[in-house]
C-alpha cells in the first residue's frame, strides 16, 4: 500500500498566521510531546510514523511549500511538486503518475489519498491500514474512510452507505449509495438518521483505476509528460472528476476523533495552553486565547470568547464564533507574505515603502540557522545593504570568501554574486533598494554550500 497526502491551500481562514505561503498545516501551535508545539503535518507524520507508513508515504505539494515541508518532516520525504496549482484532481493524477513510471509499483497496488492535516486518533491510522484489505477483496473502483458524525453540521459533505457486509476478519463495510453535499442542518440530521457518514476527503484506489482513467481521457501516464502536459489538466477535484462517476464504491466507518481545525473556533478547541507568545491575559477573561508572533506584548483585560492572532501580516481581534467570516470581511490579494519559513531558517518583513518615483525599499529580519546557507545568487534589479546583528557565518560576494560576525555591514550591488553559510545561528537586517522587489528577481546559481564553494574556486 502507498500513502499519498496532498499537502496545499492558502490558508485564509487562519488568518493572520496563514499566508499564502503558510498555510493552516505549517502553524505550530498544536500540544506536542515534551511540551514542544508541533504542527498539523508534523503531528499526521509522527502518526503515521507509529503505524511504520512513512517510508511507502509521498506528499503532494505545490513549489511554495517545498521549503516548509523539508523544514518541518526532514529533508528524508519523497514530495511531488506540482508544477501549478490546480486542485485535487490534477495532483492525485500527477502523484499516480509518479508511483507508476518512477516508482514502478504494481498495478495491482493499493493507493490511499488522504489531507495533509487532519485532527485524528492514532486509531485512525489504523483504519487507513484497513483499506488496502478493503479494496483487494471488494474489487471497488474506490474505497473511502467516513466518520461517524458526533453532529449535524453543514460544513462538511455526507456519504449515505446503503448494504451492509463485512471483510474476511470482520471489519465491517458499506456499499455507498449517494453522496450530499454540504447540507442544511436539518437534512443533516436527517442523514444521520440514515446512519450517514462525513466525507473525510479519503480515497483509496488500486493503481490501475486510475491509470486506466486517465488513458481514457486521453492524458499521459508517465510522470514526466504529466509535468510537460500538467496545465491541460482540468482544474477540478478529484471528487467531481473521478469519484462522482464511479460505479462501484464502498465506505469503511471510523468512530472516532476526526476534526478540520480550519476556523480559529475549532482550532483553539485543542491549544490548551490561552496565551502563546508576548503577553498578559486576565483571569476574567475565560475562553479567550491570545497568539502572539510579535516582539510587542498585547494584554486583554476582562475579555472572554475572544481569539486574538498576531503576526506581522496583521491582527485579528475576534469573537470565536464569528471568526470563520474572516472571508468575507477581508480581501486576499496579492499582499505580499510579511513573514515566511525557508530550508535555511526564517525571514520577518519590517518595513515595505514605495516611493512615487518608482522605487521600493524593503527591510527584512534574516535568520540563517546554524549549518544551513543561502543559496549562490544574484539580483538584476536591486541592491541590498546586509548589518549583521548576531551570531557568525563565513560569506561569499563575488568571489571572495571571508568570515563576518555582530556589526559588520555588507554591501551587495545588483548583480553581485553572493551566498552566506552561518557557522552559529545568524541573524542580519537586509535593506533592499530597487525599482521592483520581487521573488523572481533571485537568479539561483547553486544550492549546496560544497557546490559553491567548489564553483567560486573554479571561476
Not at 142 to 167: C, E, R, T, W
Not at 345 to 350: K, P
Amino acid at each position: 500500500m502507498h500513502i499519498v497526502l496532498l499537502s496545499g491551500g492558502s490558508g485564509n481562514r487562519l488568518w493572520p498566521l496563514s499566508n499564502e505561503t503558510r498555510s493552516k498545516q505549517f502553524l505550530k501551535i498544536l500540544d506536542g510531546e515534551s511540551g514542544r508545539r508541533q504542527s498539523m503535518v508534523q503531528r499526521v507524520w509522527d502518526q503515521l510514523g507509529q503505524m511504520d507508513l512513512q517510508q511507502s508515504t509521498i506528499v503532494a505539494t505545490g513549489k511554495s511549500q517545498v521549503e516548509l515541508l523539508q523544514n518541518q518532516l526532514g529533508y528524508e520525504v519523497e514530495i511531488i511538486v506540482e508544477p501549478e496549482r490546480r486542485d485535487t484532481f490534477p495532483a492525485i493524477a500527477l502523484s499516480a503518475g509518479y508511483l507508476y513510471s518512477i516508482k514502478g509499483i504494481s498495478l495491482n497496488e493499493v493507493v490511499v489519498v488522504l489531507p495533509v492535516d487532519p485532527f485524528v486518533e492514532d486509531h485512525f491510522f489504523e483504519k487507513i491500514k484497513e483499506l488496502e484489505a478493503l479494496m483487494l477483496e471488494t474489487g471497488a473502483d474506490l474505497g473511502l474512510m467516513g466518520v461517524s458524525p458526533d453532529h449535524p453540521s453543514s460544513k462538511f459533505g455526507y456519504i449515505v452507505p446503503q448494504s451492509a457486509s463485512n471483510l474476511e476478519n470482520g471489519t465491517e463495510f458499506f456499499k455507498v449509495s449517494h453522496f450530499v453535499e454540504k447540507p442544511k442542518e436539518e437534512q443533516a440530521l436527517r442523514l444521520i438518521e440514515q446512519t450517514a457518514f462525513w466525507n473525510c476527503g479519503v480515497f483509496a484506489f488500486r493503481l490501475e483505476y486510475l491509470i486506466h482513467y486517465l488513458m481514457e481521457q486521453s492524458l499521459p501516464i508517465q510522470y514526466d509528460e504529466l509535468l510537460h502536459q500538467y496545465r491541460r489538466i482540468e482544474k477540478t477535484s478529484f471528487d467531481y472528476a473521478v469519484v462522482e462517476k464511479a460505479k462501484n464504491i464502498v465506505v469503511m466507518p471510523y468512530r472516532g476523533i476526526w476534526k478540520d481545525l480550519g476556523t480559529w473556533d475549532a482550532l483553539t478547541e485543542e491549544i490548551h495552553t490561552p496565551l502563546i507568545g508576548k503577553g498578559t491575559l486576565t483571569d476574567d477573561s475565560s475562553n479567550t486565547h491570545v497568539i502572539n508572533e510579535l516582539d510587542i506584548p498585547i494584554t486583554v483585560i476582562g475579555a472572554p470568547n475572544l481569539i486574538v492572532a498576531a503576526s506581522p501580516d496583521g491582527i485579528l481581534v475576534s469573537e470565536k464564533s464569528a471568526s470563520m467570516r474572516i472571508k468575507e470581511v477581508l480581501q486576499f490579494g496579492d499582499q505580499r507574505p510579511m513573514y515566511e519559513e525557508r530550508r535555511w531558517g526564517r525571514y520577518r518583513v519590517l518595513d515595505y515603502t514605495k516611493y512615487p518615483n518608482g522605487n521600493e525599499v524593503l527591510t527584512k529580519r534574516i535568520c540563517i540557522l546554524e549549518g544551513k546557507n543561502l543559496s549562490y545568487q544574484y539580483h538584476l534589479l536591486r541592491s541590498e545593504v546586509w548589518t549583521v546583528i548576531s551570531g557568525q557565518g563565513e560569506m561569499i560576494l563575488d568571489g571572495n570568501v571571508r568570515m563576518i560576525g555582530k556589526g559588520d555591514v555588507v554591501v551587495i550591488t545588483a548583480e553581485a554574486r553572493h551566498s552566506l553559510r552561518a557557522i552559529t545561528d545568524i541573524e542580519i537586517i537586509e535593506v533592499q533598494t530597487g525599482s521592483e522587489l520581487i521573488e523572481e528577481d533571485i537568479v539561483r546559481l547553486a544550492m549546496n554550500w560544497d557546490e559553491i564553494k567548489i564553483s567560486v574556486l573554479t571561476s
